[in-house]
């Protein structure tokens, strides 16, 4: 991206005070760009007046919907129209009402929003990478790819961030997610430039066609945006910006921010316009491109198409319930006008509770001087002698209907939101079969079916514009931090390149929906108990609190043998030859180089029965070793893919430490063998003991093993 700037005229004049045709030529290249600068600045305002003007009437809608939820809801809105603007906007204010009027806010939209935000957030969706061709190359970086995206989600923390758009998605029917790189920023290992991600609301992202439902068949998005002047200075130190208070307070209107007790909010600030468009809309940008307006000045243009590789706009698009138009729906909408009947028909009933508690009394004119009577308990109430005396006006109770309205509507809540008793936790009467449960929960949870396809439309996108950016700006090599499939923390070293085309991301149909915690723990305990999985494998998926330290415990051999894969799949050659370099010694009796026993003084290398042997392993055997379970965890890892791309001196190791292992079980040829009908398990016969499914995949039963597994590797 470039940042056009007049360039300065530099020489003196001559004697007869005129300027060379060098500087004239400056001068008129100057002018021309201010020219052409202006012309942006006018076209890109012109824009967001319009732009703004065709939403009025949704943004009016946004501001109540936005009151309601944080229990501002006896508002109303007025029209009004901006100094700073040709677009009439509206402003929030509370009526006035008597003293004695009764205006409770009983606010049950908050809670609604609240469930709808839970199930949308609490479930990951699961993104995996389709590799580009069939090749190994390619599904191992398809792989990587993976790995890296789950890194970027985890050290972004792309989860909460998704929770403030999703928030401006259930209030306002739309939300953005911004995604971009930054050069200027350093990522953890102090490589330059990192990924950004923010939240971005609707209020200030602008769109031209309001029939165009996907933000990609917009022709040019403007996102307008507040800074302060220091931010100005740091970022953009030659452009001199005054602040614009009347536009800056266009963004939000100040009656709003009063409401949320923001009143101060950017009151000192600079309008920013960050404006992408598409090719072949913009007649000064045929090619399409970006750029960047701060105050009356353009500090970022690049008229050659998108700077970024994914050719597609910086923003992923959220919507709530489809409207066939651009910006979509709130379920609030709907619940507004319950809202209001609901707090007006519980302040009647409160007014009615204050009637009758003070009653009104009836008293002739003149009878009594009404201003000495309060509520003070034990009153005496002079009254004149010869009047009437006064009696408390009769009251009817409030009629049945009244009470049954609050019923009717709390049905008409939970209608239009979809949640039922099942989905706060109660059941209704006469529904006891755990199917009938689950069958009314899905119910309910169908009506966000089309939110929890926007959620993974928008997150499949995030990720492949993650992975292009990873594609086009990481022409260093990077280090990222995964976690492995055997739950096992690595580093891996990664480059742009090492991706080879590999950033198709799809994101499995359904991963969003919320799972239930007690029917997963239900259906594990039920397959444990059954023997198709083993409680080691069941408590590792059983998702409980506590329990993860537990399994920990059982799996400390699992743990050790995983970390026993990471070190010998990160052998070297040097590794290899230093190690063996420990061992090279001089024979005392004939001089000739041998083996020698760096931990026994020099002696030579020998066993326990005094017969030279090879050094150990660079990796070794140990005796407190659990070797069933260490068996099962290599070669559950040389059956991966990471194994096959490793060299043939590792694959090497990793088959003569196995072998060790074996030979400690007596599983080698020539070693003893385990004694008949002890540990003796056929391959039909494995259940859940670990041990027993090691040697029935060991031992295969009563067979042979295959002669290449019966053979000793080379001695590394």
Known sequence: ????????????????????????????????????????????????????????????QWYLNLAFYIGRQNVAVIPFSSASSAATGVRLYVPPAPYYRARPVINRIRPIIRTELSKLTSQKP????????????DTAA???GEQIWDSVYRGKKIKGLLSQTMLWTLCCGTGFMKSYWDPKKTDKSGQPGDFCYENVSPFHLFVPDMLAQDIE???????VQTKTPEWVKLNYPGVNAAPNVMEASDLLNDSFLNLVGAADYRKNAVLCYEVWIKPGHVDFMPKGGMFTIIGDSVVQFTDKGNPYAHGQYPYIKYEHIPTGRFYGDSVINDLMPIQREYNRTRGQIVEAKNRMAHPQLLAAEGSIDASKINTEPGQVILYKLGMPTPEPLPLQNLPAYVLQELDRLMMDFEDISGQH???????????????????????DESMLATTYASIEEGFEKLGYQTLCYVKQYWTAPRVVKVVGRDGQFNVLTFMGSDLRDNTDIRVEAGSALPTSKSAKQALIMDLMSQGFISPEKGLEIMEVGGVQRL????????????????????VTEDDMNMYLQTFMGQDPATGQPTLVDPNNGGAPLADGMGNPTAPPLIVPVNTYDNHQIHIQVHNNYRKGQEYEQLPQRIKDLFEEHVNQHMMALGLIPGMPAPMQGANQVTSGQAGSDPNSQVEAQMAGGNQQLPPEMMQQGPVM
């Not at 008793?421 to 009938?436: F, L, N």
């Not at 743990?559 to 990471?566: D, K, T, V, Y």
């Open 1 to 60: 991206m470039s940042t056009t700037e007049a360039s300065p005229v530099t020489g003196s004049v001559d004697d007869t005070g005129k300027y060379s045709d060098e500087q004239l030529q400056q001068l008129a290249k100057n002018s021309k760009q201010k020219e052409f600068e202006n012309r942006v600045i006018s076209w890109t305002k012109s824009a967001y007046t319009r732009c703004r003007a065709t939403r009025q009437q949704l943004e009016r």
């Open 142 to 144: 398809a792989q990587a």
């Open 421 to 443: 008793q099942v989905s706060k936790g109660q059941v209704p009467p006469g529904v006891t079969a755990a199917t009938a449960i689950s069958f009314l929960q899905e119910q």
């Open 217 to 223: 068949d917009q022709p040019y998005v403007i996102h």
């Open 551 to 570: 399994y920990e415990e059982i799996q400390i051999d699992s743990s050790q043998a995983s970390r026993e894969n990471m070190k010998m799949s990160t």
């Open 126 to 137: 699961t993104a995996t990478i389709v590799p580009a061709t069939g090749e190994d190359k």
